[in-house]
C-alpha cells in the first residue's frame, strides 16, 4: 500500500509515556549489562523514514548517536527492519549499523509518547506525502499546529530538515515553519555547509527516484529557537 | 407514545436561580426560587436551516467549476454533442437509509458574570453567544451572535479576560475567538493549538505565577497542557490513559481530575505532572452494568462476554472536596471525596442510586445537577432531573426530592403541549454515544 490514513484508527504499539518505553529491544547494542539501563537516548528522529536510505547513511556519519526512523506502513517498516538485520548482520565484527533502527508509527498522533521534552537534536521529513487536496491539507506532515510539538520534542538549537521534489509542498513548509515563533530558517550556506543536508540530498530512496528522473530537490531547514519568557 | 424528550443537559446559574436545560436543538430556562418555585421562563429553538447552507455551498461549487471549465475554454456537451447550459444547481437530499441528522445543542456554559450564556449548534458547527436578561419572564435568552466553525465543536471554555472563548473541535483544532468581535463570512481563522485527534474537553487553568494555560484532552489518552496566549508552548502531556479521555475537570492547587474509557478515575498535578492517584472503580460499577454494556458485536468475542464501559463525564463541585463522576448507561452516581491532607487522593464518598439511566451530569455551588433517560417512566412523566445536594449537618449527599419534584412539574406542565419538544421513541435523539469513541484498532495498513 502506497498511503496510509493519519486519521485511522490502526492497530498500533507505543508506550504510555516516554519513560515506559523499551528501547533496549532496538538498540541492544547500547544497553548496560549490569544496569540493564540504555546508555544513550535517540536524538535522531526520521519522520516517514520510508525505506530507511537516510537512516543507514546517516548511521556511519553519526555513529555514536541513536537514530530512529519512524514510518506507518507496515510493509515498509517490515522491510527497513530486515534490512537493518541485514546491514547489522553482515558487519557484526565491526557492531555497524547497532545505532539505527525502525518502529511503526503514526508520529502526528504519538511522538510524544516516544521521546522527552527537548531529547532530539535533529528531525527529518524527507519526501512527505504531498496531499495535494486542499481539504487534505491537515494530513500534511508540517501544519502550525504539529510543529509546536515537533518543537516540544526538539531541543532549543535542534534542526528540522525538510527536503521535497513538490514545489507547492515545499512552499507549504516553508511557509509554516517560518511563521512558526519556535522556528527559524538557516541560511543557503549553512545548508551547504552541513553534512546532513548533503546525505538528506542524495540517500533516500526518494531523492535517488527524483535524480533518476531529473526532477527538482527542495531544500529548506529550520533551528529550533529558544523557548521566549512566558507570558 | 408519545413523551417530552429526555433533557439532554442542565446549567445552574451561580445562585442556583436560573437553570438552562437542553431538549433536542431547544435551551429551556427556568427560574427556580428559594420557596420552592420553579417558573418557564423561555425557550431558544436553533431554527437554522441546513438545506440553506448545504444550497449556498452547492451553488458555491458550481459557479466555481463553471469559471473553470470558462477559464479552460471547456463546453459541456451531452451525448448527442449538444452543449449543455447548466441549470441552477441541485441540492442532494439524503436518501433512503440515510442516518438521520441531528441538529445538538451542546456545551452549556456561563460566563463569569453570568451576563451570557454560551453554547454550541450542531446544526451549522457553531458557538452560540446568548445574553442572558434575569428580568425577563418569557425570554431569558436572546441569541446575540453566531460563529460558525469548519468542524464541529466539541467542548468550550472561557478564559480569564471573560471575553475570548476557547473553543476545541471533533478535528482536534482549538481556536479562541473574541465575544465582542462579529462573526465573519468567511472562515479564515488558524487554530491557536491542535491534536491529531477528536478532542473531547477543554479546560482553562492559571498558575501561581499567572500563567493561563490550556488543558486539551483528546481520543488518543493525551492530556496536553499548553501556555496562552503562547499556545505554540507545549508545557507538558498527562501520561496514564490506556484509553479515551472523555472528560477532564480542575480543582483548586493544581489539581486535575480525568477520567474516559479506562477503569480508573486519575487525579494529576498539572504543575508538576505528577500522576497524585488513580481510583479504580470497575468493582464499584459491576452491580450496575446491563446489556448495554456488552461490546459491539463486530468487536465480540464468540461467548459474547465482552465488557465495555465508560465515564461519560466527571464534575466538581466548589468549595467542597467533592467529584461525582457517572459511567455511561447506567443508573448510579459515584460521588468521590478529594484528601486535604494526602494531595489528590481520592476514596469512595457515597454512591447514589437513580431510577433511570443518567444522561448528564453538572456541578454548581454545593448541589449536583443530573438528568436522567426517563423514557420509560410510567403514564405520567417524572424524574427529568435530580438535585443533589451536600447536606452539612450528617456529611452526606442527599436527592432534594422535593425541588426535583417541581421541577418534573414544571417541565410536564410547560413542555407537554410543545410538540417540537415532544418525541415518539424513535425520534430521541441519541443520548449514549460517549462508549463509540473507544479505539478498537480495527484498521490494520
Same mark, same amino acid.
Given at each position: 500500500?502506497a ?14 509515556s ?27 528522529a ?5 525505506f ?14 541513536l ?15 530486515d ?25 502526528m ?13 535533529k528531525? +527529518?521529513?524527507?519526501f ?20 509546536s ?26 511557509k509554516?515553519l ?10 543557503? *550556506?549553512?545548508?551547504?555547509?552541513d553534512k ?14 527524483? *535524480? ?9 531547514? +529550520? ?9 | ?10 446549567l ?6 436560573l ?8 435551551i429551556l ?20 436551516d441546513?438545506a ?5 455551498n452547492?451553488?458555491k461549487?458550481q459557479?466555481r ?6 477559464t ?6 451531452? /451525448? ?18 440515510a442516518p438521520p ?7 452549556l ?18 458557538v ?5 436578561d434575569?428580568?425577563s ?16 465543536p ?8 471573560a ?16 465575544m ?16 491529531? $485527534? ?5 479546560c482553562?487553568v492559571?498558575?501561581?505565577? @499567572? ?23 507545549? @508545557?507538558?502531556?498527562?501520561f ?27 487525579a ?22 446491563? @446489556?448495554q ?7 465480540q %468475542?464468540?461467548e459474547n462476554?465482552?465488557?465495555e ?15 461525582a463522576?457517572?459511567?455511561e ?17 481520592l476514596?469512595?464518598?457515597q ?14 455551588? @454545593? ?6 433517560? /426517563?423514557?420509560k417512566?410510567?403514564?405520567?412523566q ?7 445536594q ?23 406542565? $410547560?413542555?407537554?403541549?410543545d ?13 449514549y %454515544?460517549?462508549?463509540s ?9
Amino acid at each position: 500500500r502506497a498511503h496510509s490514513n493519519p486519521f485511522s484508527d490502526h492497530q498500533l504499539e507505543y508506550p504510555v509515556s516516554p519513560q515506559d518505553m523499551d528501547w533496549s529491544k532496538l538498540y541492544p547494542h547500547y544497553k548496560d549489562a549490569e544496569t540493564g539501563q540504555m546508555t544513550k537516548k535517540v536524538t535522531i528522529a526520521d519522520i516517514g523514514c520510508g525505506f530507511g536510505g537516510l537512516m543507514i547513511d546517516l548511521s556511519p556519519a553519526f555513529p555514536e548517536t541513536l537514530i530512529l526512523g519512524m514510518e506507518i506502513r507496515v510493509q515498509v517498516t517490515n522491510y527497513v527492519e530486515d534490512r537493518i538485520i541485514a546491514l547489522r548482520n553482515n558487519t557484526l565484527s565491526r557492531h555497524g549499523f547497532q545505532n539505527i533502527n525502525v518502529l511503526r508509527g503514526n508520529a502526528m498522533k504519538f511522538l510524544p509518547n516516544f521521546f522527552e521534552k527537548g531529547q532530539l537534536s535533529k528531525m +527529518f521529513f524527507c519526501f512527505p506525502d504531498p496531499h495535494f487536496k486542499q481539504r487534505k491539507h491537515k494530513a500534511r506532515i508540517i501544519t502550525n499546529t504539529l510543529l509546536s510539538e515537533y518543537a516540544s520534542v526538539l531541543k532549543e538549537g535542534g534542526i528540522v530538515y525538510t527536503i521535497t521534489d513538490v514545489k507547492d509542498l515545499h512552499e507549504w513548509m516553508v511557509k509554516h515553519l517560518e511563521e512558526h515563533p519556535l522556528f527559524e530558517r538557516l541560511s543557503t *550556506e549553512w545548508e551547504n555547509s552541513d553534512k546532513c543536508v548533503k546525505i538528506m540530498r542524495n540517500a533516500t530512496e526518494e531523492g535517488k527516484k527524483v *535524480e533518476r528522473k531529473k526532477g527538482d530537490k527542495f531544500v529548506a531547514c +529550520f533551528r529550533r529557537l529558544p523557548t521566549p519568557t512566558i507570558l | 407514545m408519545t413523551l417530552i424528550h429526555p433533557l439532554q443537559n442542565t446549567l445552574t446559574s451561580r445562585d442556583g436561580s436560573l437553570v438552562f436545560a437542553i431538549v433536542k436543538n431547544s435551551i429551556l430556562s427556568f427560574k427556580y426560587q428559594s420557596s420552592n418555585q420553579w417558573e418557564f421562563v423561555g425557550k431558544w429553538t436553533d431554527d437554522f436551516d441546513k438545506a440553506q447552507d448545504i444550497k449556498k455551498n452547492v451553488t458555491k461549487e458550481q459557479q466555481r467549476q463553471i469559471s473553470e471549465n470558462d477559464t479552460k475554454n471547456k463546453k459541456l456537451k451531452s /451525448n448527442k454533442g449538444d452543449s449543455i447550459i447548466k441549470t441552477e444547481a441541485k441540492i442532494p437530499a439524503p436518501g433512503i437509509g440515510a442516518p438521520p441528522i441531528y441538529s445538538y445543542i451542546r456545551n452549556l456554559q456561563l460566563t463569569p458574570d453570568e451576563s451570557k450564556l454560551i453554547a454550541c449548534a450542531d446544526s451549522d458547527k457553531s458557538v452560540l453567544i446568548f445574553t442572558v436578561d434575569r428580568a425577563s419572564k418569557t425570554n431569558v435568552l436572546k441569541l446575540s451572535k453566531r460563529f460558525s466553525f469548519p468542524k464541529r465543536p466539541n467542548a468550550i471554555s472561557i478564559a480569564e479576560d471573560a471575553a475570548t472563548v476557547i473553543v476545541a473541535d471533533k478535528f482536534g483544532d482549538v481556536y479562541s475567538i473574541d465575544m465582542n468581535s462579529s462573526p465573519e463570512d468567511k472562515f479564515t481563522q488558524e487554530p491557536i493549538l491542535g491534536h491529531v $485527534s477528536m478532542l473531547t474537553d477543554v479546560c482553562m487553568v492559571k498558575d501561581s505565577e @499567572d500563567h493561563q494555560l490550556i488543558i486539551t484532552s483528546d481520543r488518543d489518552e493525551h492530556i496536553r497542557i499548553s501556555y496562552y496566549p503562547q499556545c505554540y508552548i507545549v @508545557d507538558k502531556w498527562l501520561f496514564g490513559h490506556k484509553h479515551f479521555v472523555s472528560s477532564i475537570c480542575c480543582d483548586k492547587d493544581h489539581v486535575l481530575l480525568s477520567a474516559g474509557g479506562d477503569n480508573e478515575i486519575f487525579a494529576w498535578d498539572w504543575k508538576t505532572g505528577e500522576n497524585l492517584s488513580t481510583f479504580d472503580y470497575s468493582d464499584l460499577i459491576k452491580p450496575y452494568l446491563n @446489556d448495554q454494556h456488552l461490546a459491539p458485536s463486530r468487536f465480540q %468475542n464468540e461467548e459474547n462476554d465482552i465488557i465495555e464501559f465508560c465515564v461519560s463525564k466527571i464534575a466538581k463541585i466548589n468549595n467542597l472536596p467533592f467529584v461525582a463522576f457517572f459511567v455511561e448507561a447506567t443508573k448510579c452516581i459515584i460521588i468521590l471525596e478529594i484528601s486535604g491532607k494526602e494531595k489528590g487522593k481520592l476514596s469512595l464518598k457515597q454512591i447514589i442510586d437513580l431510577p433511570y439511566n443518567i444522561i448528564s451530569l453538572s456541578a454548581q455551588n @454545593d448541589e449536583f445537577q443530573i438528568t436522567l433517560d /426517563n423514557q420509560k417512566s410510567p403514564q405520567v412523566q417524572s424524574s427529568f432531573a435530580k438535585f443533589i445536594q451536600y447536606n452539612s449537618n450528617d456529611d452526606k449527599f442527599v436527592i432534594n426530592d422535593e425541588k426535583s419534584n417541581l421541577f418534573d412539574e414544571v417541565i410536564t406542565k $410547560s413542555l407537554q403541549e410543545d410538540s417540537n419538544l415532544n418525541a415518539e421513541e424513535d425520534d430521541i435523539y441519541p443520548l449514549y %454515544n460517549i462508549a463509540s469513541l473507544r479505539k478498537h484498532g480495527e484498521h490494520y495498513s
